[in-house]
Structures are given as C-alpha cells and as structure tokens.
C-alpha cells in the first residue's frame, strides 16, 4: 500500500475503541506523537508506535507523561499534528504542561482514557479536571465519544478544532468505549473534513505573534521559518513580549478565552433523540448516553414522552441547547458515572426554568437501563 492508503484504513471494520482513536488521529493528519505507558490507554501508544512511522510521523516512547504533553507541545510549535494519550492518573501529571499549552496557544490533541482511582474501573469522574485542571484562567474544549465510530470521528473534530483555534482539545475517552470493539467505517480520502492552522500572510519584520484574526485566533508560524517568536507561560503582549501590565495581563486572557466562548455556536456539539415532544429529557455524555438511550426507547414503546439530549461537546457546555430542553420539558434527567459533577453545569443552566434530578453512578461500572428506567419511573 502506499502512504495515502495505509493512513486511512478507508473501510468497515470491526475494532478495538483505542485502535478507533489512532486511525482517527492518522486520518487527520497526525504526524507527531507521544506517550507514556499507562492503562488503559496503552493500545494507543503502541498502535502509535506501529502505524506512525509508516506514514512518515515520528512516534516518541516518553519517560513520563510530562515529557509527553511538553514534547507533544514543542512538536505543535514546529508545525506537527501532535497528540498523547494517557489515562486518569497519568492525566493528573500533565496539568503543567497543559497548561504551558494554553498559554503559547498551541494546538495538541490530549486523549484521556478515564479510569477510577488505581484501578481499570468505568468512571466519568475526570470531566472537572478536564475543564479546570491545568493553573491560570482559560478556556478548554472537550469532546465526549459514546462508541467506537465515535472515537474516530472525534479524534479527527478534536484535530480540526485544535488546528482552527489553536487550543489543546480534549478527547474524552473511557474505559467502557476504549476497551470495547466495534464497528468502524472510515470513510475514503478526501471524504473526511481536514482544517489546517492559520499561517502568517506578512513578513516576518511586520508579524505580531498574537495579534488574533477576526475569530481571536493568532495565525502561527512553524519554527525555522524566519518568525522569530517568544511562546512564554507568562504573561505576554501581541509582539509576544513578557508584559506583566495589569492591561496586557486581562486582554490577553479575555482574547484566549474569548476565541473558544465568541465561537461557542462553531463548536458545540449536541445530538437530540426524540426531544420533539419530551416532557422528560434526560442529559448524558459519554458512554451513559447507551443505557440513557434505551431507555427512552422503552419508555417510549409504554406511550411515555422521554428524550435524550446527548452531550457531545462536554466544555464549553452547550447552554443554548440546555436552556431549550429546560424550557421545553419538565423534569430533566441528568445522568452521568461519578458523584454527580456535571450535573452542576446542568442545574446551573436549567434549573431556573425546570425541574432538574441527578442520576448518578460512582460503582466502577456504567448505569444499566434498567437503572436509569427505575429512577425516572416515579415522575413518568
């Protein structure tokens, strides 16, 4: 096979969630990656270290997960489609470096197999640390996946999403999905959306760094192209110099954060399931949109009027979305597997406008249907 084929696997497939993550990566360009051993994300890495080099990426065996995620950040400076993947714990060690990220605006891919606590155990109990993990204000976007098709499909949106606002993007993964196989189409190329970053159009002696476009985005220059550009955590002005000015320090947190929350409309993901006439709505990411969805579809065959407002993009939250659910129905469900964090978010938003109950889950193991149709029994 040459190249263009072996990186797109184009066909059906039946495959393993963590291999669906790879080939996704590979289908949007990924040339660069690395990682640290750590269950259960390891098929990534050693899928990586398989497929990478065939294509012409470059495929690095780290020795710990901060090496990774500042590897992974200099490989994105130099112009690379980088990624890592790790696991909860490992995830925990990348904080810094994330955080590193945000600041010089590079764009990465992180993938997060979430795990519970030292054990290889089903849990949603990372989303917070998605959203608020690494220091400094800032504002992050994370894709939640619910199959094996998904994870290849939001790789590849966690790419593009990256590229066109020059931020790290998140992948949600867990253990239920990574470890789980499949079927996976990958569509032929040419079929699959690419974006590419924003590249300089003046000299280099009339660039500013982070002066931002229309959309608050910075174009960006790739090392060794005459550029010359300071990318310091600390505060830095549009020339990209540090500048501890009180004023330089709030525009350029209000620019970062604002590229993500004035395009929120871009990249906000939600998908409805029978939410037309719902008067119960039930709200779920990740892996608990399977059960959540069965139910609906039980509930649905009695003559009852439930939906599913599946979260796709889990940061920034989709308000819109979840105000109209509040305003449509009269009890939301939200339905998540830790002690029942995001269901903050979703009692922050639709509380005022309905009724919202908790459906949470911190057993090492996705909710079943036949759970989830018990709790919200006593209301339909």
Same mark, same amino acid.
């Given at each position: ?9 184009? &066909? +059906? ?37 398989? /497929?990478?080099?065939?294509? @012409? ?54 993938? !997060?197999?979430? +795990?519970?606590? @030292? ?16 220091? @400094?204000?800032?504002? &992050? ?48 190329? &040419? ?21 931002? %476009? ?9 090392? &060794? ?11 830095? !002005? ?16 209000? /620019? ?9 409309? %871009? ?9 037309? !006439? ?44 979840? /105000?109209?659910?509040? !305003? ?35 057993? @090492? ?16």
């Amino acid at each position: 096979m040459d190249k263009i084929e072996d990186r797109y696997m184009a &066909g +059906r497939h039946f495959m393993l969630g963590n291999y669906a993550v790879v080939e996704g990566a590979l289908a949007a360009g990924c040339d660069f990656f690395a990682g640290y051993p750590i269950t259960p994300a390891n098929e990534i890495t050693e899928r990586m270290s398989e /497929r990478l080099p065939k294509v @012409g990426g470059k495929f690095l065996q780290s020795e710990d997960e901060l090496c990774s995620i500042y590897a992974v950040t200099g490989a994105s400076l130099c112009g690379a489609k980088a990624m890592t993947a790790t696991a909860s714990a490992g995830f925990n060690y990348m904080q810094e470096g994330l955080g590193y990220a945000t600041s010089v605006e590079a764009p990465c891919v992180i993938v !997060d197999v979430q +795990r519970c606590r @030292g054990e290889n155990y089903a849990t949603q109990s990372d989303v917070m640390q998605m959203r608020w993990g690494p220091s @400094g204000d800032y504002q &992050g976007v994370v894709l939640a996946p619910s199959s094996v098709q998904e994870l290849f499909d939001y790789t590849v949106e966690a790419f593009n999403i990256a590229e066109k606002y020059r931020v790290p993007t998140i992948v949600m993964s867990e253990t239920t999905i990574a470890l789980m196989r499949e079927d996976l189409t990958i569509p032929e190329p &040419g079929e699959i959306k690419i974006e590419e970053r924003k590249k300089p159009e003046v000299p280099p002696e009339d660039f500013l760094p982070f002066s931002p %476009d229309e959309k608050g985005v910075p174009p960006m220059p790739e090392f &060794g192209e005459g550029y010359n550009t300071l990318y310091s955590l600390n505060p830095h !002005d549009e020339e990209g110099n540090i500048n501890w000015d009180p004023d330089v320090f709030e525009n350029m947190y209000e /620019r970062e954060m604002g590229k993500i929350k004035d395009n929120i409309d %871009d990249i906000t993901q939600v998908e409805e399931y029978y939410t037309e !006439d719902a008067e119960v709505i039930l709200v779920a990411y990740g892996s608990e949109c399977r059960p959540a969805l069965d139910t609906v579809l039980k509930t649905r065959e009695e003559g009852e009027k439930v939906g599913l407002l599946k979260i796709d993009t889990v940061w920034p939250v989709p308000e819109k979305e979840l /105000r109209e659910a509040a !305003d449509q129905a009269s009890t939301i469900f939200s339905v998540e597997m830790n002690i029942g964090k995001y269901s903050r978010e979703v009692e922050r938003v639709c509380a005022p406008h309905c009724e919202v109950k908790r459906i949470t889950k911190n057993r @090492g193991a996705i909710h079943t249907s036949g759970e989830i149709y018990s709790s919200i029994k006593e209301v339909i």
